[in-house]
């Protein structure tokens, strides 16, 4: 029987990087992943002959700058290309201008928003500014194991101390700004800088990615950080694609594990962790393959891990109900459409530079919240909130030549939907995004050659996330830093001495970040990050 | 797409350069010339002729919009006589410089205010409880300037009335509704024409025509970079950061820092950031803005050592150039260049207050031929150059 | 001792007037509108103590009547076992969790308690890390956990009961724009619990202005204040209505802090930025008030009527859009024959609206004695955009952030003017006023 150091589970973007890192600290490492393909949710597959999709991540927004320096990504075939737009058609029956742009170029930009408001593209610097500094400000948090503030541990208590530290020597109203965003709506905070309707729909919308949650909820101003934390580093915009799509940000990953030495298994189902006494000591395959290693690390969500492949019987009673009741909540899902042409939006007709960026169905917050409404009550959004792009405009191998691909993010399909997902209500959300878009680009029909639709239950019965929750769990406050996924238990350690987590369900949680899968090699390897 | 201003029809093809810049989302151009030389030469010989359509404009009426005014910047501005103009910059609470621009009271209770960067929610905020409107007119309204020895008399030729140093008045030019201030951004005898944009064309043909005797030449932005460091101008984004873009504390400036101490009006019982600025001004400001000489003789030596005549800038630089004093960095400098009419090489710069009196002895950094080098330099008093029929 | 004007004689600034007048001032309280009989809220023994009353603090009992779809009634009341007996005819396992969450929620409840009594602690203060600290690790646990979560979360986990769910998300929303499935309205569960005895989670009602209004040692003027005098960055007094000058170097404001600063302070005193966060502070109304005259006083003091999460929920939902909610929440306080019924949701434009008391009768009718004559209400007058609170209590306006960071500490950046009313922490009606009393004596 082979040995090694370390045996991650699941191989997901986040599994690939915590493989990397331990591998490169000279670890012996394997990675089980049970598909036959690595990436996860972060992956690339040729869905129809010529068409190549990113099906179900699709957008670069949130890779750690570091990972990709520390593990030189771009020497191993990461290309992030920038998705330099977004376009907000304004009302599905409109006419050309009535849309409602935001681009890269500054001027533009301004131009733009004063077309619809002179006071918001004024608000708009300010606001992106105060962001900034907030990014700033939350970033070193990204990369640290949270410590348990309740712990009379010595080195918890020193991560304890340094983290007071460091938040008392912030000034004081940077602090205060950033407590109105962790807990206001994404509707609120952005009533207090902007007026047009289009303009805080738009912004809004990040703010309920991969939650069931509406706009108007407290908690949701959050996420709109996110938009702005990818532009610090001047690194890369904040959203891009990476070239080949987001299955190449997971081959990079591998690559630099296995250039590392790590091995990885694929097609190699794990059922069971191997836990003796209160250690884990390996990993069972489905096929009854035991591999032995003292260190084990779950990539996958914590409710496979601990309910499924640990088993509660292991497991401090606190901790099980802590696991228990942390919320997933799926609510996103994505349709893939092979277009025999690119789509004319009615509000801008041309073939332009609009469609390299993303395209927003978001009019306003009430559509969104709306949207949301249906979904609070177990159905799918009469008309959907959507985040479109068209991967094949930034690389066009992407699809046949002069075809397209375009992938469609759709919120909100509830995990818990009335009567249950099966494949005529998997079909009539196909339709009803189809519909609603093709309201706003008329000839979007007629082009389409091949649609995929993937529901919150195909993400769960595919790539393995709970109730499809993109993030591994829902990202909201008491789900967040020292309470991600359980409290005492949110530094990448587990009650079982050994095992170790490493997926989104951890801090600080979901997108293509890689931060979790980091943070964890380093809680594992002794190291400060 | 940028935007372009009303003038654009008659400045594109007059542009042989194609080299364009941006201003506020505008287009206007560089230089027209293959080199902005001449059109330096012709504001201080003759007349330039700017377009400055893309300055952000708004008009302020009502019977508190002095009041408005008066809690928005650092002058006073209800102590103006009607047809008076007000250079003046605007604070935050905290009395750090948001803005410059101008202020025109064009009667008792209308306002033309000028800015270089967008003001319409500032102006709005600030006008809560108080009887004011403000309007963006900025698109709507053309801007022309006119500067040099000459301008005075081709506007006369064409019926603008005689105007004092900051003074404007309405005035019918070639038939033209305009208003003509007697204002620049050059340091040297000028006026300003507003007009509605949908005039701007006979506007600018009109005074090209009257201008022609007087060898009147458009100019561009670069020549107009020159004048203004001749002339001691602050340079928004260049010079100072304004507050509502600083990152970090260091970044921002009080008008005290930026030799607009002047500006400051304390008998004012109320304006924004003047609890600030008395305080500041007890204390002294850290900082100040002041000019710098580079001396020849040290600039040529450093050339010389490397086997190469001096090299001089051939426009106006606008970065951050560390000063040493005593052997450690006591400041930098924000513009500077060579001028062609003073032959020196001058710049504007920001110095600890210790070492900011005139005379001061200083050291510029040089590139020379790859390698850092510091060149003598002293600090001097601004304007570098001040002619009497500027105010005349 | 200096002259001092409260503006506000509500149950803030009845108590900051009489503290500051037993503190040796000559305090002037302007009353600007009439006296309300019956304060809400917890009445801190403390207060109490240091103004010498006797105050009469009452909670119904059961504090909680909901009733249930085949008939009968949820009754919750000050004694455990009793709700505990009620609980148990809807789900034994409720029961049994019952006792529990009451401990749990008042461990927590007690934490408020301390904050509430004094200013609010900074964001990084540590003397407040350490006091969440020493709650030991399940109620600080708690604490982070509950603190920004929905209420209807924190409920879901505990309970399974529907009635008993959509009664206790009910009380925690009242008077909030948000629902109970919002994040963050768990705390308010809280905020309605703290002063009350283990599982009573509704405030009490007591005398505590009724009291003071009646007390001597503070000069009452019954105006309306017009305006706020500065000279030189100080508050130099107040002119009422009609241009009668009161002269004070201290003024505490117990209206509403954009009333104080925006309207009655002249413009251009203060700092745009902050003038501009306060016009962004929330303070919307959304429930109305009907009275009721009945044929009979009905058999019991209070009737709940939120069958389910979801039904609050929804109700919510219709005041997103701007509208009065169909199938609203009411909670009904009987009185002999007279009832006071809260209903919510109503934006506060329609909160007079004439179908606010048909809808009110048609879902009471079945619970309640004939109804003679019913009277919808109109918000009391210092009750911004018809919210009590006067900045709506959610936590991005809570504790240090209440109403407005530079305004938690109950000073203003003009010096001699103090803000006491309810838009200041704990937003409990007679603690806010003797926070700021105590704040100024300490300054």
Same mark, same amino acid.
Request: proline share 7%.
């Given at each position: 029987?082979?040995?090694?150091?370390?045996?991650?589970?699941?191989?997901?973007?986040?599994?690939?990087?915590?493989?990397?890192?331990?591998?490169?600290?000279?670890?012996?490492?394997?990675?089980?992943?049970?598909?036959?393909?690595?990436?996860?949710?972060?992956?690339?597959?040729?869905?129809?002959?010529?068409?190549?999709?990113?099906?179900?991540?699709?957008?670069?927004?949130?890779?750690?700058?570091?990972?990709?320096?520390?593990?030189?990504?771009?020497?191993?075939?990461?290309?992030?290309?920038?998705?330099?737009?977004?376009?907000?058609?304004?009302?599905?029956?409109?006419?050309?201008? %009535?849309?409602?742009?935001?681009?890269?170029?500054?001027?533009? #930009?301004?131009?733009?928003?004063?077309?619809?408001?002179?006071?918001?593209?004024?608000?708009?610097?300010?606001?992106?500014?105060?962001?900034?500094?907030?990014?700033?400000?939350?970033?070193?948090?990204?990369?640290?194991?949270?410590?348990?503030?309740?712990?009379?541990?010595?080195?918890?208590?020193?991560?304890?101390?340094?983290?007071?530290?460091?938040?008392?020597?912030?000034?004081?109203?940077?602090?205060?700004?950033?407590?109105?965003?962790?807990?206001?709506?994404?509707?609120?905070?952005?009533?207090?800088?902007?007026?047009?309707?289009?303009?805080?729909?738009?912004?809004?919308?990040?703010?309920?990615?991969?939650?069931?949650?509406?706009?108007?909820?407290?908690?949701?101003?959050?996420?709109?950080?996110?938009?702005?934390?990818?532009?610090?580093?001047?690194?890369?915009?904040?959203?891009?694609?990476?070239?080949?799509?987001?299955?190449?940000?997971?081959?990079?990953?591998?690559?630099?594990?296995?250039?590392?030495?790590?091995?990885?298994?694929?097609?190699?189902?794990?059922?069971?962790?191997?836990?003796?006494?209160?250690?884990?000591?390996?990993?069972?395959?489905?096929?009854?393959?035991?591999?032995?290693?003292?260190?084990?690390?779950?990539?996958?969500?914590?409710?496979?891990?601990?309910?499924?492949?640990?088993?509660?019987?292991?497991?401090?009673?606190?901790?099980?109900?802590?696991?228990?009741?942390?919320?997933?909540?799926?609510?996103?899902?994505?349709? #893939?459409?092979?277009?025999?042409?690119?789509?004319?939006?009615?509000?801008?007709?041309?073939?332009?530079?609009?469609?390299?960026?993303?395209?927003?169905?978001?009019?306003?917050?009430?559509?969104?919240?709306?949207?949301?409404?249906?979904?609070?009550?177990?159905?799918?959004?009469?008309?959907?909130?959507?985040?479109?792009?068209? &991967?094949?405009?930034?690389?066009?191998?992407?699809?046949? *030549?002069?075809?397209?691909?375009?992938?469609?993010?759709?919120?909100?399909?509830?995990?818990?939907?009335?009567?249950?997902?099966?494949?005529?209500?998997?079909?009539?959300?196909?339709?009803?995004?189809?519909?609603?878009?093709?309201?706003?680009? *008329?000839?979007?029909?007629?082009?389409?050659?091949?649609?995929?639709?993937?529901?919150?239950?195909?993400?769960?019965?595919?790539?393995?996330?709970?109730?499809?929750?993109?993030?591994?769990?829902?990202?909201?406050?008491?789900?967040?830093?020292?309470?991600?996924?359980?409290?005492?238990?949110?530094?990448?350690?587990?009650?079982?001495?050994?095992?170790?987590?490493?997926?989104?369900?951890?801090? *600080?949680?979901?997108?293509?970040?890689?931060?979790?899968?980091?943070?964890?090699?380093?809680?594992?390897?002794?190291?400060?990050? | 797409?940028?935007?372009?201003?009303?003038?654009?029809?008659?400045?594109? *093809?007059?542009?042989?350069?194609?080299?364009?810049?941006?201003?506020?989302?505008?287009?206007?151009?560089?230089?027209?010339?293959?080199?902005?030389?001449?059109?330096?030469?012709?504001?201080?010989?003759?007349?330039?002729?700017?377009?400055?359509?893309?300055?952000?404009?708004?008009?302020?009426?009502?019977?508190?919009?002095?009041?408005?005014?008066?809690?928005?910047?650092?002058?006073?501005?209800?102590?103006?006589?009607?047809?008076?103009?007000?250079?003046?910059?605007?604070?935050?609470?905290?009395?750090?410089?948001?803005?410059?621009?101008?202020?025109?009271?064009?009667?008792?209770?209308?306002?033309?205010?000028?800015?270089?960067?967008?003001?319409?929610?500032?102006?709005?905020? #600030?006008?809560?409880?108080?009887?004011?409107?403000?309007?963006?007119?900025?698109?709507?309204?053309?801007?022309?300037?006119?500067?040099?020895?000459?301008?005075?008399?081709?506007?006369?030729?064409?019926?603008?009335?005689?105007?004092?140093?900051?003074?404007?008045?309405?005035?019918?030019?070639?038939?033209?509704?305009?208003?003509?201030?007697?204002?620049?951004?050059?340091?040297?005898?000028?006026?300003?024409?507003?007009?509605?944009?949908?005039?701007?064309?006979?506007?600018?043909?009109?005074?090209?025509?009257?201008?022609?005797?007087?060898?009147?030449?458009?100019?561009?932005?670069?020549?107009?970079?020159?004048?203004?460091?001749?002339?001691?101008?602050?340079?928004?984004?260049? %010079?100072?950061?304004?507050?509502?873009?600083?990152?970090?504390?260091?970044?921002?400036?009080?008008?005290?820092?930026?030799?607009?101490?002047?500006?400051?009006?304390?008998?004012?019982?109320?304006?924004?950031?003047?609890?600030?600025?008395?305080?500041?001004?007890?204390?002294?400001?850290?900082?100040?803005? @002041?000019?710098?000489?580079?001396?020849?003789?040290?600039?040529?030596?450093?050339?010389?050592?490397?086997?190469?005549?001096?090299?001089?800038?051939?426009?106006?630089?606008?970065?951050?150039?560390?000063?040493?004093?005593?052997?450690?960095? @006591?400041?930098?400098?924000?513009?500077?260049?060579?001028?062609?009419?003073?032959?020196?090489?001058?710049?504007?710069?920001?110095?600890?207050?210790?070492?900011?009196?005139?005379?001061?002895?200083?050291?510029?950094?040089?590139?020379?031929?790859?390698?850092?080098?510091?060149?003598?330099?002293?600090?001097?008093?601004?304007?570098?150059?001040?002619?009497?029929?500027?105010?005349? | 001792?200096?002259?001092?004007?409260?503006?506000?004689?509500?149950?803030?600034?009845?108590?900051?007037?009489?503290?500051?007048?037993?503190?040796?001032?000559?305090?002037?309280?302007?009353?600007?509108?009439?006296?309300?009989?019956?304060?809400?809220?917890?009445?801190?023994?403390?207060?109490?103590?240091?103004?010498?009353?006797?105050?009469?603090?009452?909670?119904?009992?059961?504090?909680?009547?909901?009733?249930?779809?085949?008939?009968?009634?949820?009754?919750?009341?000050?004694?455990?076992?009793?709700?505990?007996?009620?609980?148990?005819?809807?789900?034994?396992?409720?029961?049994?969790?019952?006792?529990?969450?009451?401990?749990?929620?008042?461990?927590?409840?007690?934490?408020?308690?301390?904050?509430?009594?004094?200013?609010?602690?900074?964001?990084?203060?540590?003397?407040?890390?350490?006091?969440?600290?020493?709650?030991?690790?399940?109620?600080?646990?708690?604490?982070?956990?509950?603190?920004?979560?929905?209420?209807?979360?924190?409920?879901?986990?505990?309970?399974?009961?529907?009635?008993?769910?959509?009664?206790?998300?009910?009380?925690?929303?009242?008077?909030?724009?948000?629902?109970?499935?919002?994040?963050?309205?768990?705390?308010?569960?809280?905020?309605?619990?703290?002063?009350?005895?283990?599982?009573?989670?509704?405030?009490?009602?007591?005398?505590?202005?009724?009291?003071?209004?009646?007390?001597?040692?503070?000069?009452?003027?019954?105006?309306?204040?017009?305006?706020?005098?500065?000279?030189?960055?100080?508050?130099?007094?107040?002119?009422?209505?009609?241009?009668?000058?009161?002269?004070?170097?201290?003024?505490?404001?117990?209206?509403?802090?954009?009333?104080?600063?925006?309207?009655?302070?002249?413009?251009?005193?203060?700092?745009?930025?902050?003038?501009?966060?306060?016009?962004?502070?929330?303070?919307?109304?959304?429930?109305?008030?009907?009275?009721?005259?009945?044929?009979?006083?009905?058999?019991?003091?209070?009737?709940?009527?939120? &069958?389910?999460?979801?039904?609050?929920?929804?109700?919510?939902?219709?005041?997103?859009?701007?509208?009065?909610?169909?199938?609203?929440?009411?909670?009904?306080?009987?009185?002999?024959?007279?009832?006071?019924?809260?209903?919510?949701?109503?934006?506060?434009?329609?909160?007079?609206?004439?179908?606010?008391?048909?809808?009110?009768?048609?879902?009471?009718? &079945?619970?309640?004695?004939?109804?003679?004559?019913?009277?919808?209400?109109?918000?009391?007058?210092?009750?911004?955009?018809?919210?009590?609170?006067?900045?709506?209590?959610?936590?991005?306006?809570?504790?240090?952030?209440?109403?407005?960071?530079?305004?938690?500490?109950?000073?203003?950046?003009?010096?001699?003017?103090?803000?006491?009313?309810?838009?200041?922490?704990?937003?409990?009606?007679?603690?806010?006023?003797?926070?700021?009393?105590?704040?100024?004596?300490?300054?």
């Amino acid at each position: 029987m082979k040995r090694y150091d370390a045996i991650i589970v699941g191989g997901g973007h986040n599994g690939l990087a915590c493989a990397a890192y331990l591998a490169r600290a000279g670890r012996k490492v394997l990675v089980v992943e049970r598909r036959e393909r690595i990436g996860g949710a972060a992956m690339t597959e040729e869905v129809f002959p010529g068409f190549r999709f990113s099906v179900f991540s699709y957008v670069v927004s949130l890779l750690r700058p570091e990972i990709i320096r520390e593990l030189e990504l771009p020497r191993h075939g990461l290309h992030i290309l920038p998705l330099e737009s977004t376009l907000t058609p304004l009302r599905p029956d409109g006419k050309a201008g %009535d849309y409602l742009a935001q681009w890269s170029d500054h001027d533009q #930009n301004r131009r733009e928003l004063a077309r619809h408001s002179v006071r918001d593209a004024e608000a708009y610097d300010e606001f992106g500014l105060l962001l900034h500094r907030m990014a700033r400000a939350i970033k070193p948090l990204l990369g640290v194991a949270p410590p348990d503030p309740a712990s009379l541990d010595l080195r918890e208590l020193w991560d304890l101390w340094r983290l007071g530290r460091y938040f008392r020597g912030l000034p004081e109203k940077d602090l205060h700004a950033l407590w109105k965003l962790l807990t206001m709506s994404a509707a609120d905070y952005l009533d207090e800088w902007f007026e047009g309707e289009a303009l805080k729909g738009t912004k809004s919308a990040s703010g309920i990615i991969g939650t069931l949650l509406g706009p108007r909820s407290p908690g949701t101003a959050y996420v709109l950080l996110h938009h702005y934390m990818g532009e610090l580093d001047g690194v890369f915009r904040a959203w891009g694609f990476a070239r080949g799509g987001n299955g190449s940000v997971s081959a990079a990953i591998a690559a630099a594990a296995q250039a590392h030495g790590a091995e990885i298994r694929t097609q190699a189902p794990v059922s069971k962790i191997l836990i003796s006494g209160s250690s884990a000591t390996g990993a069972v395959l489905d096929n009854g393959e035991e591999l032995r290693a003292p260190i084990v690390v779950s990539g996958a969500d914590p409710r496979r891990t601990f309910l499924g492949l640990v088993g509660e019987q292991h497991l401090p009673d606190e901790f099980a109900a802590a696991i228990r009741r942390y919320k997933f909540r799926g609510s996103s899902a994505k349709v #893939n459409l092979a277009l025999a042409e690119p789509p004319r939006f009615i509000c801008m007709p041309q073939p332009g530079p609009h469609l390299r960026g993303a395209i927003s169905i978001s009019p306003s917050v009430d559509y969104l919240e709306r949207a949301y409404d249906d979904a609070k009550y177990g159905e799918i959004s009469r008309r959907p909130y959507m985040d479109i792009i068209m &991967p094949s405009m930034l690389d066009p191998a992407m699809a046949p *030549p002069g075809k397209h691909v375009m992938s469609i993010f759709v919120q909100y399909a509830p995990y818990h939907l009335n009567g249950g997902w099966n494949d005529a209500r998997r079909e009539e959300l196909g339709d009803t995004v189809v519909n609603t878009l093709a309201e706003y680009a *008329p000839n979007l029909k007629s082009a389409i050659l091949h649609r995929q639709v993937i529901t919150p239950a195909d993400i769960e019965r595919i790539v393995g996330l709970s109730e499809g929750n993109i993030f591994q769990g829902e990202l909201t406050l008491q789900q967040m830093f020292f309470l991600r996924p359980a409290p005492a238990w949110a530094r990448y350690r587990t009650p079982i001495r050994g095992l170790y987590q490493c997926g989104s369900g951890t801090h *600080p949680g979901g997108g293509v970040m890689g931060a979790a899968g980091r943070n964890a090699a380093m809680e594992i390897l002794g190291a400060r990050a | 797409m940028l935007k372009t201003t009303p003038f654009h029809e008659r400045t594109a *093809p007059l542009c042989a350069s194609h080299a364009w810049r941006r201003w506020a989302g505008h287009v206007v151009a560089s230089s027209y010339e293959l080199t902005h030389e001449r059109e330096y030469h012709v504001i201080r010989t003759a007349a330039a002729l700017f377009d400055v359509s893309p300055l952000y404009k708004y008009m302020v009426r009502g019977r508190d919009a002095g009041r408005l005014l008066d809690l928005v910047v650092t002058r006073n501005v209800q102590k103006a006589a009607v047809g008076q103009v007000l250079y003046t910059p605007w604070c935050d609470h905290a009395g750090k410089v948001m803005d410059d621009g101008t202020v025109a009271r064009l009667n008792d209770t209308t306002f033309r205010m000028t800015s270089a960067e967008p003001n319409l929610r500032w102006l709005q905020d #600030n006008a809560a409880g108080l009887e004011v409107d403000i309007t963006d007119v900025t698109g709507g309204i053309a801007a022309l300037s006119l500067q040099g020895p000459a301008a005075g008399s081709i506007l006369a030729s064409i019926g603008a009335p005689a105007l004092k140093y900051f003074r404007i008045a309405p005035a019918t030019l070639h038939g033209i509704a305009v208003t003509v201030s007697r204002t620049g951004y050059t340091g040297d005898l000028g006026y300003e024409i507003w007009a509605e944009a949908g005039n701007a064309l006979a506007l600018w043909d009109a005074v090209m025509e009257a201008g022609r005797p007087y060898g009147i030449m458009p100019a561009g932005l670069l020549a107009l970079d020159m004048a203004r460091l001749e002339a001691g101008l602050i340079l928004i984004d260049v %010079d100072y950061v304004p507050a509502r873009k600083a990152l970090i504390e260091s970044q921002l400036s009080s008008p005290y820092e930026l030799d607009l101490g002047w500006t400051v009006n304390l008998d004012k019982e109320r304006f924004n950031g003047r609890d600030a600025l008395v305080a500041e001004k007890a204390r002294g400001p850290a900082w100040q803005f @002041v000019g710098v000489e580079v001396e020849w003789s040290s600039l040529e030596r450093l050339y010389a050592e490397v086997g190469l005549a001096t090299r001089l800038p051939s426009a106006t630089w606008r970065m951050s150039v560390p000063l040493y004093a005593d052997g450690e960095q @006591v400041g930098y400098a924000t513009s500077g260049g060579w001028s062609p009419l003073l032959k020196k090489y001058i710049a504007l710069a920001h110095l600890r207050s210790r070492w900011a009196a005139p005379g001061t002895p200083l050291e510029m950094e040089m590139t020379v031929e790859h390698r850092r080098r510091r060149a003598a330099a002293r600090a001097v008093k601004k304007p570098f150059f001040d002619p009497p029929r500027k105010r005349a | 001792m200096s002259d001092v004007v409260v503006i506000g004689a509500d149950a803030n600034g009845l108590v900051a007037a009489h503290l500051l007048a037993r503190a040796g001032h000559k305090v002037t309280l302007v009353q600007e509108h009439g006296a309300r009989e019956r304060t809400s809220g917890w009445v801190p023994a403390a207060l109490a103590r240091e103004l010498a009353l006797d105050v009469a603090v009452e909670w119904p009992d059961p504090w909680l009547r909901a009733p249930l779809d085949g008939g009968g009634v949820l009754e919750l009341w000050r004694d455990r076992a009793k709700s505990v007996d009620s609980i148990r005819r809807l789900s034994a396992r409720d029961a049994g969790a019952w006792p529990r969450f009451c401990e749990r929620m008042s461990a927590l409840a007690r934490l408020l308690e301390r904050i509430y009594l004094e200013p609010p602690p900074s964001l990084v203060d540590l003397r407040f890390a350490l006091r969440v600290r020493r709650l030991g690790r399940e109620a600080m646990e708690d604490f982070m956990r509950l603190l920004p979560m929905p209420v209807a979360e924190l409920l879901d986990e505990w309970f399974a009961s529907d009635v008993l769910k959509g009664a206790l998300g009910a009380l925690a929303v009242r008077h909030l724009h948000q629902g109970p499935r919002s994040a963050g309205t768990a705390f308010r569960l809280l905020h309605y619990h703290a002063g009350s005895p283990s599982g009573v989670f509704r405030s009490p009602m007591s005398n505590l202005a009724a009291l003071l209004h009646t007390r001597a040692g503070v000069g009452m003027r019954e105006a309306k204040v017009s305006g706020i005098t500065v000279r030189g960055g100080e508050v130099t007094g107040v002119v009422l209505d009609g241009g009668q000058e009161l002269r004070a170097p201290l003024v505490l404001s117990a209206a509403d802090p954009r009333r104080t600063l925006v309207e009655l302070v002249e413009p251009g005193l203060l700092d745009p930025d902050l003038l501009r966060a306060l016009r962004n502070v929330r303070a919307r109304g959304v429930a109305a008030k009907i009275v009721l005259t009945l044929e009979r006083a009905p058999e019991w003091q209070t009737l709940t009527l939120a &069958p389910s999460l979801d039904y609050v929920e929804r109700a919510y939902d219709d005041v997103k859009y701007g509208r009065i909610s169909a199938k609203p929440w009411l909670d009904v306080m009987a009185d002999g024959a007279s009832a006071e019924v809260h209903f919510q949701y109503a934006p506060h434009e329609q909160s007079t609206d004439a179908t606010i008391g048909e809808r009110a009768a048609k879902l009471l009718a &079945p619970y309640l004695p004939p109804i003679k004559q019913g009277k919808v209400l109109a918000p009391p007058a210092p009750w911004p955009e018809g919210q009590p609170h006067q900045a709506e209590l959610a936590l991005d306006q809570a504790f240090w952030m209440r109403p407005l960071p530079e305004l938690a500490g109950y000073c203003t950046p003009i010096k001699g003017l103090w803000l006491c009313g309810q838009a200041m922490h704990p937003a409990v009606a007679g603690i806010a006023g003797y926070n700021c009393a105590r704040e100024i004596g300490r300054a």
